[in-house]
């Protein structure tokens, strides 16, 4: 393996996930230490984790409900203090959502969806954000959806929150981006 990121780790929060899981075995792959953020599936953090290390990388895995500002703060710390330097956020948790007209939406599955996926990407910005700072930049990576462009029929649970964490990307990008590597 050859690093081909700065010093450092990468988080990917939804690590456990299975596009999280392919997206943290790249990174190995690629040479970087990988923190890996699950919320439910513990099994599946730790055998990636164990992927990981069987290629000769790092990895350690950290529970966090991201839809808990201070969890979020936690476990971002515990990265950084189990593996120093953060330079890259990879956001990738986000609910199974079924699939549904608008109209036929409860408010429990619009909320959930903007809450983990919006509210959380939010939170694991704002607590990573002061740390980049002092480290000369990073990089945030949403995993979203081209469907906010063109609507894919029933996906609006998954499209809507994705299309908030693309626009706070644009933003974090012109505000932040005075700080980058």
């Known amino acids: 393996m050859q690093n081909e ?3 450092g780790v990468a988080i990917i929060y939804g690590g456990s996930g299975g596009i999280g ?3 943290a075995m790249s990174f190995a792959r ?3 230490p990988v923190a890996i953020g699950y919320n439910s599936k513990q099994d599946v953090a730790e055998q990636t984790a164990e992927a990981i290390r069987a ?3 790092a990895a350690s895995i950290h529970k966090c409900d991201v839809r808990d500002a201070d969890q979020v703060r936690a476990m971002t710390q ?3 203090d189990t593996h120093g330097r953060v330079h890259t956020m990879v956001w990738g948790a986000g609910p199974v959502v079924p699939q549904r007209l608008i109209a036929d939406w409860s408010d429990e599955q619009f909320r959930a969806s903007i809450e983990i996926e919006a509210f959380g990407f939010h939170n694991a910005v704002r607590a990573l954000i002061p740390h980049m700072r002092e480290k000369g930049g990073g990089s945030f990576v949403h ?3 081209a469907g ?3 609507f894919p029929h029933l996906d609006g649970l998954s499209v809507a929150p994705k299309a908030c964490n693309e626009a706070l990307i644009k933003g974090i990008a012109k505000e932040e981006g005075v700080n980058e590597i």
Do not use: K, N, Q, Y
């Open 5 to 7: 990121f700065p010093e």
């Open 21 to 23: 899981r392919g997206v």
């Open 30 to 32: 690629a040479g970087t």
């Open 55 to 57: 290629l000769g990388g």
């Open 78 to 80: 515990d990265v950084i």
């Open 143 to 145: 995993l979203g959806s």
């Open 148 to 150: 906010h462009d063109w």
